[in-house]
């Protein structure tokens, strides 16, 4: 079985649409991410969730919003697509997010975002 | 922005060892190093992670430098299959671009 799912694995859509990307863990882990992979591979965190709280929001545009029904659900609507938000996206969890600890997170397999 | 610096890319030789440098020279005492890899075309997996001793698994060693400003990420025998984006991160979990590691066979 999977660990992080994600779907869909490509989705493709005109600008100004609204998208949702879905992420389920069968971990048991506490704490949910959603990461941006842009097309120069960089890998930046968006959001995080602990037992469906809102823990970690970067600098992202409120265009983006996460949604967290239950632990083990994270999902990532998105309002207004625009061509700048082409990217891979990733889910991952991790057991929990406390500091001084390490918390191995587990990633999906990503989503690929492209808004024509 | 990342807290550590990679090299941008290595080329190894299959069956040698790799040694993957990463400098974080801002360090807090509490702070983790992690290593992950991504292999193309799918999501980053962790690799190993350590606080101040040297540390062994299946995948790799990590030896992580007394002051731990710096650490290596060491590959033992490298396999063509160990062909990935190698990111060396904190606990913030803020990836850099990574070192690319390319295996000659």
């Known amino acids: 079985d999977t660990a992080v799912s994600q779907t869909p694995k490509y989705l493709v859509t005109q600008m100004g649409n609204d998208k949702s990307i879905k992420c389920e863990q069968n971990l048991g882990h506490d704490t949910m991410y959603w990461y941006k992979q842009d097309s120069k591979k960089f890998l930046k965190i968006m959001f995080s969730?602990?037992?469906?709280?809102?823990?970690i929001n970067e600098t992202v545009p409120n265009r983006f919003s996460p949604k967290s029904p239950d632990k083990a659900h994270l999902n990532l609507h998105i309002n207004s697509l625009e061509l700048g938000d082409s990217a891979v996206y990733f889910c991952?969890?991790?057991?929990?997010?406390?500091?001084?600890?390490?918390?191995?997170?587990?990633f999906g397999p990503g989503t690929r975002l492209t808004v024509l | 922005d990342a807290k550590t610096t990679q090299p941008n890319s290595m080329e190894s030789n299959e069956e040698e060892p790799v040694h993957l440098p990463c400098n974080h020279s801002t360090i807090s005492g509490t702070d983790y190093i992690h290593w992950y890899r991504q292999l193309p075309s799918q999501g980053p997996e962790y690799v190993i992670h350590g606080l101040t001793s040297n540390v062994n698994n299946r995948m790799a060693s990590l030896a992580i430098a007394e002051d731990r400003k710096s650490s290596t990420l060491i590959l033992h025998r490298a396999t063509l299959r160990d062909a990935a984006v190698y990111y060396c991160?904190?606990?913030?979990?803020?990836f850099g671009a990574g070192t690319r590691l390319t295996v000659k066979p």
């Open positions: 969730y602990n037992n469906k709280e809102l823990i």
């Open positions: 991160i904190r606990n913030d979990m803020r």
């Open positions: 991952a969890s991790s057991q929990g997010l406390r500091a001084g600890l390490y918390n191995e997170q587990f």
